[in-house]
């Protein structure tokens, strides 16, 4: 009998560490060797739907770019069926993108390295939030990649915005080549997944009944946007159990304790304590719970005080409620209304997806 090829090899995930997304750098090298600062250009700032035609004004390197990442067109299908799935749960997703998939990710402690570079993240993590969920509505929503949506052009951004922090650091003395590339492929992967199969996992625990096969879908959609994110075909899993294998052998090689990881969460879990919640216990509490014991212990989240009985008596509530229907596109109107007012209130004045000039922006 021959043996199974093992998935993803420690070989293999280390080489993607040296990687970052040879698009984005090559266009990031030329930008600054012209001395193009998009963060300078009113153009570039009001530049957000797909229709929108690239100005003229752009340099050549960029403009091929962005006609570079539109040129990819996604699985019409798969991305309907994603996009649904995220209509139906959208205000969970939120819930869990902001209490489970961020602070999930600062357990990778070289990744975390790279965050806590940014001061404003530590300082203003609400603005770090309302700029992630701004993107995954962005790639979310039923029109976003239309001409009227504005997911190629987030998208686009993101990774421009990535590749200048790789651009930044690399040219630092602050970076230890030890650390891997920063904002490396193994690293863009494990954020791939914590948006896809983490999520998941959330509301699972959270009591929704998600059947092997819509979780599937959902990786899969996720799997189209870490397409045109950059990502390598070969960290894109093509079913539930690759994707689950995937992310334990990627937590096995970079979860472990960070000051830097511990710094990040503990800046997040003030955050949502200070938040007015519908909620009888504290938001970090759930975080905790979300997380699971040994990640919460990792980046040092601990609730005062334990009720693990409450979230039981939630996860068999919304069990039972995932049993009937609702209207899907109401809650996501209703839930998108309500981030679209709050982000009104927390970024008037914010360019979405900075594109970084320096470290200190």
């Known amino acids: 009998m021959k043996n199974k090829q093992i998935q993803y090899p420690n070989e293999q995930l280390e080489k993607f560490r040296q990687i970052g997304d040879p698009l984005a750098d090559q266009t990031v090298e030329a930008l600054f060797k012209v ?9 570039y700032n009001t530049l957000q739907f797909n229709h929108q035609p690239i100005p003229e004004e752009f340099p050549e390197a960029l403009k091929q770019y962005f006609i570079k990442v539109k040129s990819y067109q996604p699985d019409a299908k ?16 939120m819930l869990c993108l902001g209490l489970l998939s961020l602070p999930y990710c600062y357990a990778a402690a070289d990744g975390a390295k790279v965050l806590s570079f ?38 686009a951004k993101v990774r421009l915005m990535h590749a200048a922090i790789r651009y930044h650091l690399k040219n630092s003395d602050r970076w230890e080549r030890a650390w891997g590339l920063p904002v490396n492929q193994e690293d863009m992967a494990a954020t791939n997944l914590s948006f896809s199969l ?6 699972r625990k959270l009591g ?36 689950f294998i995937l992310e334990k052998k990627m937590a096995e090689r970079n979860f472990r304790p960070s000051e830097e990881g511990r710094v990040l969460a503990k800046s997040l879990q003030d955050y949502v304590n200070r ?17 699971g014991e040994e990640i919460s212990e990792m980046i040092g989240i601990k609730s005062s005080s334990r009720q693990a009985f409450v979230f039981d008596n939630i996860a068999n509530l919304n069990s039972f409620r995932s049993l009937f229907p609702k209207d899907k596109q109401k809650a996501f109107r209703e839930a998108k209304q309500q981030f679209q007012s709050r982000q009104a209130l927390v970024n008037s004045d914010a360019k979405p997806f900075k594109f970084l000039n320096s470290l200190q922006d």
Request: glycine share 6%.
């Open 198 to 203: 983490i999520n998941i996992r959330g509301l």
């Open 208 to 243: 929704f009944n998600i059947s092997p096969q819509k979780a599937k879908e959902f990786i899969l959609y996720w799997n189209e946007i870490g397409k045109l994110l950059g990502l390598d075909d070969a960290l894109l899993p093509k079913d539930n159990h690759s994707a």
């Open 78 to 93: 798969i991305i309907e069926k994603g996009s649904v799935f995220f209509q139906e749960y959208t205000t969970e997703i």
């Open 35 to 43: 001395g193009f600062h998009p963060h300078q250009s009113e153009t």
């Open 275 to 291: 938040q007015e919640l519908p909620l009888k216990f504290s938001a970090d509490m759930l975080m905790e719970y979300l997380l």
């Open 118 to 155: 940014s001061r404003r993240i530590i300082e203003n993590p609400e603005r770090r939030l309302m700029e992630t969920a701004e993107f995954v509505f962005d790639v979310s929503e039923p029109a976003a990649f239309k001409n009227e949506g504005k997911g190629f052009i987030s998208i």
